[in-house]
């Protein structure tokens, strides 16, 4: 069932960029309007506006639908998983603990700060 949810959501997916790709953007519409030959395309030249949109937002559809139900199979599937991984994780912890340096205890003391050439006090830079 997820492997043939999964190729159907793969394919809406190119399906969408295709028909994407294919749509004239909003400034192509001046062009068809002075007979820039618009009319010499397989859809007309105004057919393919209804066409590629009601596609695109079919396929838009089909790829939420796949994506909903793709993901509701993956969590009902992983829930025994993640249990067993969850009550096994403290004693990985635990055990790594050890191998972590200490911090230092002190600060860096007043004598180790280098301290600024003489007179440059009163200089702008």
């Known amino acids: 069932m997820e492997t043939v949810l999964l190729i159907i959501h793969v394919l809406a997916a190119a399906g969408i960029v295709a028909l ?4 004239q953007g909003k400034g192509a519409d001046m062009g068809a309007a002075f007979g820039a030959g618009a009319s010499a395309t397989v859809f007309g030249s105004q057919g393919s506006g209804n066409f590629l ?3 695109t937002a079919i396929l838009a559809t089909v ?3 796949t994506s909903i139900s793709l993901a ?4 009902h599937g992983a829930s025994s998983a993640t249990k067993d991984s969850l009550m096994s994780a403290p004693a990985a912890v635990e055990s790594g603990a050890e191998d972590v340096p200490a911090a230092p205890d002190s600060a860096p003391a007043a004598s180790d700060v280098p301290s600024a050439p003489e007179g440059s006090e009163g200089v702008a830079q």
Do not use: D
Request: charged letters at 5%.
């Open 63 to 65: 790829f939420f639908l």
């Open 20 to 23: 994407v790709l294919l749509q």
């Open 72 to 75: 509701a199979l993956s969590g």
């Open 53 to 55: 949109t009601r596609g």
